[in-house]
């Protein structure tokens, strides 16, 4: 077994958060959460890998990007329907909260000029129950808070944070040779680029990162090194 690298250490503790949440909801988890600790997340993407040939990690990292985007436009917007399809029901739960509360207080969460800097794997696991891999995404951000009518202000300037994304999916899924380029209503042609509606019956086409299957099962804030 290797030895652990100081950023992996920082790690475990979150990441045993994970495995305790995954040890508490068992098997009725429609998608469980990693139970895999960072000895070598190699080893489970490997597994993944084998058994999913296409699966592309550096594809999986960029719409896992486009996903922690979409969720945080959706908080700040107060309105989950177009990430609706990215996430487990526990986690859509969990995030309605929020939103619930920032509405009850007639408050907007901001994320001015959210960009993600760097997306690592921190954990990857493949099981009986389905395959999970859990990103460490580090962003940065001009999170305030602000009022819904008259918005918000605040000093200072963007500030770096990270959190834990763990993505899962049931057993048996794969991913897509390509992404579906045809509308599943009417069978028109689709245009990537352009937007998310079909152009000829107006149908709500599902985000390109849906259609493969894996959804968010868990986010995890990272705990403060006190070192």
């Known amino acids: 077994m290797r030895e652990l690298r100081n950023d992996e250490r920082d790690d475990l503790p979150v990441l045993q958060q994970l495995r305790s949440r995954a040890d508490r909801d068992g ?4 998608h469980p959460v990693s139970a895999a600790l960072p000895t070598d997340p190699a080893v489970g993407l490997g597994q993944i890998q084998a058994a999913d040939p296409a699966f592309d990690l550096e594809l999986f990292k960029r719409q896992a990007a ?3 985007l979409g969720v945080k436009q959706a908080v700040e917007a107060r ?7 990215l996430l487990s029901d526990r986690v859509f739960d969990e995030v309605s909260q929020d939103v619930a509360s ?7 969460q901001h994320f001015d000029g959210l960009v993600p800097t760097r997306i690592t794997v921190a954990a990857a696991d ?8 859990t990103l460490r995404i580090q962003a940065v951000a001009l999170s305030y808070l602000g009022s819904a009518e008259v918005g918000g202000r605040t000093l200072g300037g963007p500030g770096a944070f990270t959190e834990f994304w763990t993505f899962s999916r049931p057993a048996g899924a794969t991913s897509p040779a390509e992404m579906r380029l045809e509308c599943p209503t009417c069978g028109a042609p689709i ?12 149908t709500l086409l599902p985000p390109p990162q849906a259609q493969t299957g894996w959804v968010v099962a868990a986010i995890q804030p990272a705990q403060e090194n006190p070192g």
């Open 79 to 85: 309105d989950l329907t177009p990430v609706l399809d």
């Open 27 to 30: 098997a009725n988890r429609r």
């Open 126 to 133: 493949r099981g009986s129950l389905g395959d999970a891999i």
């Open 191 to 202: 245009d990537v680029d352009t937007g998310r509606i079909c152009h000829y019956c107006r």
């Open 66 to 68: 486009d996903t922690f």
């Open 102 to 108: 920032l509405v009850a207080r007639d408050a907007v």
